[in-house]
């Protein structure tokens, strides 16, 4: 498996080894003791999560708030998103700065977010099923959010803005600089 370092430290880039054959092709989507080798941490995933959407459909950007913070490891089983994350970490010297990253079933990349990020992604195919791992369980009570089309983080969805499918939810979410005081 190939790992990659981002700018943002602490979130990489994960390309697992494929082995084809004449009947398709096998790889290993999880397997924790290269996983944990291959971010220097030992994560302990307690939650996986799956869900289908539409072109266009911008899901973004979320975090759970103290205790509750969740790392996670996403990918694609079916489409193509563009993952995105904002580095939350108020020491961190990526403070307020996004990453993105075209994560596909044809790639098979999977993006490794650590806590202290915001998440969400768009959906540039026709669908998209996304699955990820959680370190924490999921709990309404702390769910925190910021909108996705913040004028400060200026995020480039790769979509245009007409064909952007948001929830109720999602729009109402504070700006990146009231989300975080
Ligand atoms: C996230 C989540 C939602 N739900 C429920 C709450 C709600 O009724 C329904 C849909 O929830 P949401 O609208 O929050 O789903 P969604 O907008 O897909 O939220 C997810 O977005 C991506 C980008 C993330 O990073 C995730 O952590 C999560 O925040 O599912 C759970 O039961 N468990 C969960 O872990």
């Excluded at 397997?31 to 220097?40: H, K, Q, V």
């Excluded at 994560?43 to 103290?66: C, E, M, P, W, Y």
Aim: hydrophobic residues 35%; proline residues 2%; glycine residues 6%.
């Amino acid at each position: 498996m190939k790992v990659t370092k981002t700018k943002l430290e602490g979130c990489v880039v994960i390309e697992p080894t494929l082995f084809n054959d004449e009947r398709g092709y096998f790889f290993e989507s999880f397997n924790t003791e290269r996983f944990n080798t291959a971010i220097g941490n030992e994560i302990n995933f307690v939650q996986d999560n799956q869900s289908f959407s539409t072109r266009g459909v911008v899901r973004a950007l979320h975090f759970q708030k103290g205790d509750d913070a969740q790392a996670k490891l996403i990918r694609v089983l079916n489409g193509v998103i563009l993952d995105v994350v904002v580095d939350l970490r108020p020491h961190s010297k990526t403070y307020g700065e996004y990453f993105s990253v075209e994560l596909s079933s044809e790639n098979k990349k999977q993006l490794f977010v650590p806590k202290g990020f915001a998440h969400g992604f768009s959906v540039l195919s026709d669908t998209a099923e996304v699955l990820y791992k959680c370190d924490n369980y999921y709990n309404k009570k702390s769910e925190g959010g910021i909108i996705y089309n913040d004028a400060t983080l200026n995020i480039d969805w790769k979509l245009k803005s007409e064909e952007i499918k948001v929830s109720e939810k999602d729009l109402i979410l504070p700006t990146f600089k009231s989300a975080l005081v």
